[in-house]
């Protein structure tokens, strides 16, 4: 006579021991996919954004690319100084009760060291941009002329005073 009861094929425990791997596997993955630093080309910049100069040869790219990240990286002494005063700005907005002339300090702080950060990294563009061509310079020009988000890639949302952030829930019936 035979045994009442089916026998598994395959154990309980490694079909958890299974699922446990794959969900593991899965939260791996995702947090590298999630991962800013995913998306970084070889150099260490992010292929997605619009090639600086358009139209120039990939070299003369990189070579203003370089010229630029070293302008930056010379300001890291102000950079870290403007940090040092963004919190003072945060502290000021939390002392209770709200001192009005204790955050225009802070924000006159932070005007003066963003104005000492684009001072460090312009003087070095200043001393670094005369290795470049008339035509790189003036490809150059004609990128800085432009403001930030200007451009075939400049996003589309624009500001609404209505929108408070409140789309949790799904979207609102506006009146």
Same mark, same amino acid.
């Given at each position: 006579?035979?045994?009442?009861?089916?026998?598994?094929?395959?154990?309980?425990?490694?079909?958890?021991?299974?699922?446990?791997?794959?969900?593991?596997?899965?939260?791996?993955?995702?947090?590298?996919?999630?991962?800013?630093?995913?998306?970084?080309?070889?150099?260490?910049?992010?292929?997605?954004?619009?090639?600086?100069?358009?139209?120039?040869?990939?070299?003369?790219?990189?070579?203003?690319?370089?010229?630029?990240?070293?302008?930056?990286?010379?300001? $890291?002494?102000?950079?870290?100084?403007?940090?040092?005063? =963004?919190?003072? %700005?945060? /502290?000021? &907005?939390?002392?209770? #009760?709200? !001192?009005?002339?204790?955050?225009?300090?802070?924000?006159?702080?932070?005007?003066?060291?963003?104005?000492?950060?684009?001072?460090?990294?312009?003087?070095?563009?200043? $001393?670094?941009?005369?290795?470049?061509?008339?035509?790189? =310079?003036?490809? %150059?020009? /004609?990128? &800085?002329?432009?403001? #930030?988000? !200007?451009?075939?890639?400049?996003?589309?949302?624009?500001?609404?005073?209505?929108?408070?952030?409140?789309?949790?829930?799904?979207?609102?019936?506006?009146?």
């Amino acid at each position: 006579m035979s045994d009442p009861t089916p026998k598994r094929r395959i154990p309980f425990w490694l079909t958890l021991s299974i699922m446990a791997n794959l969900l593991l596997l899965g939260l791996v993955v995702g947090s590298v996919l999630r991962s800013p630093h995913h998306r970084l080309g070889p150099d260490g910049m992010a292929p997605q954004r619009p090639p600086i100069l358009g139209e120039a040869s990939h070299g003369d790219r990189m070579m203003v690319r370089r010229i630029m990240m070293e302008a930056f990286q010379s300001a $890291d002494m102000e950079v870290a100084d403007r940090r040092a005063v =963004r919190a003072t %700005l945060g /502290e000021a &907005l939390q002392i209770d #009760p709200y !001192d009005p002339e204790a955050v225009r300090r802070a924000f006159a702080s932070l005007r003066m060291s963003d104005e000492a950060v684009h001072t460090a990294i312009h003087e070095s563009l200043v $001393d670094r941009l005369g290795e470049l061509s008339v035509e790189q =310079r003036t490809a %150059l020009a /004609e990128m &800085l002329s432009r403001e #930030p988000g !200007d451009g075939p890639r400049r996003k589309h949302r624009q500001f609404d005073p209505d929108d408070d952030d409140d789309d949790a829930d799904g979207p609102r019936d506006r009146d």
